[in-house]
């Protein structure tokens, strides 16, 4: 069983950073996708980041040039976040889709790691 957990979220200032982690507890093949998503209250959750086991990255036009995603280790991914904005306050979840032949397209998600932007 793959569980996802996510960290890093916290009170930041307007134009500030903060990074994000998200850690992989299981067995997976090393061949997956890793999304990010983020919900603001109020908001449907809208997908910010994606990067792939081979390193391929998007970015929401809304984050582009702020925010970076990267492979921190074999089994944890960050999502770091600069010149933060109010906007990007909300619930920042992490989902891995899985890309391997036996479990292609099987999703995972983490609960979620809270983002507040204030001054």
């Known amino acids: 069983q793959v569980q996802l957990v996510e960290s890093g979220g916290g009170l930041v200032r307007p134009g500030g950073s903060l990074r994000l982690s998200c850690a992989i507890h299981g067995n997976i093949a090393n061949l997956y996708v890793i999304y990010w998503h983020r919900q603001a209250p109020g908001k449907e959750r809208e997908l910010v980041a994606t990067?792939?086991?081979?390193?391929?990255t998007w970015y929401a036009d809304s984050v582009k040039g702020r925010f970076t995603a990267s492979r921190a280790s074999a089994n944890s991914w960050n999502l770091q976040m600069n010149g933060v904005q109010e906007e990007d306050a909300g619930v920042y979840y992490c989902?891995?889709?899985?890309?391997?032949?036996?479990?292609?397209?099987?999703?995972?998600w983490g609960r979620g790691t809270q983002v507040t932007v204030s001054s």
């Open positions: 989902n891995l889709e899985d890309r391997s032949i036996d479990s292609y397209g099987r999703n995972y």
């Open positions: 990067i792939s086991t081979g390193a391929t």
